[in-house]
């Protein structure tokens, strides 16, 4: 049975707080999870039950997100990494497993390459290693329905903006993921104070993911039909990265948290344990879902 400790630590005058699963017979380092910049620390169940049995699940509503502090004005990286490793000294251990998804890739990236030393291997899916200007658009006028108040404008719009929503190719789960994508989208625009500001630091201070990683073994995975970032580039990013192993998820798109929860857990617990990937679940195709006409369109 696992122990949940909430800790609250502050950095640069900014507070913020995580919460950590204890696990009495880990056998690897602790887990620390950092996912989408609207995202908080209570959005990884899957992760807490497939990495759990293993290790400490660490996840954390850092500066500018959850019920955090906001961030001061201007470049938010070196705030945010430094309080990712105030995390670390405050687990009392010398290294950990660090799992990033989607915006939290960046800032595990950013992590891994200002203190390798700390980090003992690091996982990245979705990997935004490349914005083109239209998905810049794309956030822009999000965040203008965001700021005029017309939420429901801003959720439709960033949940097809960040999805694959051709029917030519298969993604497990669509229609679900595209609601729960969509309603987390406005649940974030009606209550988060953060909400505008992620935006537009999305928009404005994106995480740098050029010049390379030595010396910290990396997994890097992405849905077949990732939109966000295409997997041929984040294939290319991956090889920037010295020790490090690319694999692309069937049936998936930049969504493969949602899409394929419990393979991509499992395959983390593989990777963090350097247990066997090539068998990992995610890997194979799941089975196609017959259209049903009583479900709604998605869109």
């Not at 956030?139 to 960033?158: C, K, M, Q």
């Not at 404005?204 to 030595?214: E, I, N, V, Y």
Request: aromatic share 6%; glycine share 8%; charged share 25%.
């Amino acid at each position: 049975m696992s122990e949940e400790m909430i800790r609250s630590l502050s950095v640069r005058g900014v507070s913020y707080s995580y919460r950590r699963l204890c696990q009495p017979e880990r056998i690897t380092e602790p887990v620390l999870v950092l996912g989408g910049a609207l995202q908080g620390m209570y959005g990884w169940p899957q992760m807490e039950d497939h990495v759990g049995p293993v290790a400490d699940v660490v996840t954390a509503d850092l500066p500018g997100m959850g019920s955090a502090d906001p961030l001061p004005p201007g470049p938010s990286i070196d705030v945010v990494c430094a309080a990712i490793e105030r995390i670390i000294d405050d687990l009392e251990v010398p290294r950990i497993n660090l799992f990033g998804f989607s915006y939290g890739a960046g800032l595990a990236y950013g992590c891994a390459r200002r203190f390798p030393g700390r980090i003992a291997r690091l996982a990245l899916g979705g990997v935004p290693a490349h914005i083109s200007d239209a998905q810049v658009e794309l956030w822009r006028r999000a965040s203008d329905h965001l700021a005029e108040g017309d939420n429901e404008a801003f959720a439709t719009l960033v949940a097809q903006g960040l999805m694959c929503l051709d029917d030519r190719r298969h993604v497990a789960r669509r229609k679900l993921a595209y609601r729960y994508v969509r309603r987390s989208m406005l649940h974030a625009a009606r209550n988060s104070r953060h909400a505008v500001d992620s935006l537009h630091r999305g928009i404005l201070d994106r995480p740098d993911f050029s010049g390379g990683l030595t010396d910290v073994p990396t997994l890097v995975f992405s849905g077949e039909h990732d939109t966000v970032t295409s997997p041929a580039r984040q294939r290319d990013f991956a090889a920037t990265i010295s020790d490090s192993r690319f694999l692309t998820i069937p049936d998936a798109d930049h969504w493969v948290v949602l899409e394929r929860p419990q393979e991509v857990a499992d395959l983390a617990a593989r990777f963090f344990t350097d247990g066997p990937l090539s068998s990992a679940p995610c890997l194979a195709p799941v089975a196609r879902e017959e259209p049903s006409p009583a479900d709604p369109a998605c869109v």
